[in-house]
Nanobody, 127 residues
């Protein structure tokens, strides 16, 4: 049983940066693909990025490509989402999630694919 815990959210001004962390217990990200999703008030949960557990390959939503970077640490027990040049439309609760590393890439942008979820961390971008 994998348990995930996010941290690092907060209130920042447009153009600022934040780094979210996701710590895993009960497993490592070698065996799991880590995904990041976000949900704004009144909207559905949407894909942000993922990093594959087996290859380290990454993928990003078009809305964050070039601004966000997903990574994992050497010990594979935590991962991060570096968010740069934040915009007001990035305001949301951000979640990390995990699914077995063998899951095919075509399914990794769908939140329903993921087995384990953190509790979420609020990111607010406002002047």
């Amino acid at each position: 049983q994998v348990q995930l815990q996010e941290s690092g959210g907060g209130l920042v001004q447009p153009g600022a940066s934040l780094r979210l962390s996701c710590t895993a217990s009960g497993g490592t990200f070698n065996s799991y693909t880590m995904g990041w999703f976000r949900q704004a008030p009144g909207k559905e949960r949407e894909f942000v990025a993922y990093i594959r557990g087996n290859t380290g390959g990454t993928s990003y939503a078009d809305s964050v490509k070039g601004r966000f970077e997903v990574s994992r640490d050497r010990g594979r027990t935590s991962g991060s989402l570096q968010m740069n040049t934040l915009k007001p439309e990035d305001t949301a609760v951000y979640y990390c999630a995990a699914v077995t590393a063998s899951t095919i890439s075509g399914r990794l942008r769908d939140p329903a694919t993921y087995t384990y979820w953190g509790q979420g961390t609020q990111v607010t971008v406002s002047s």
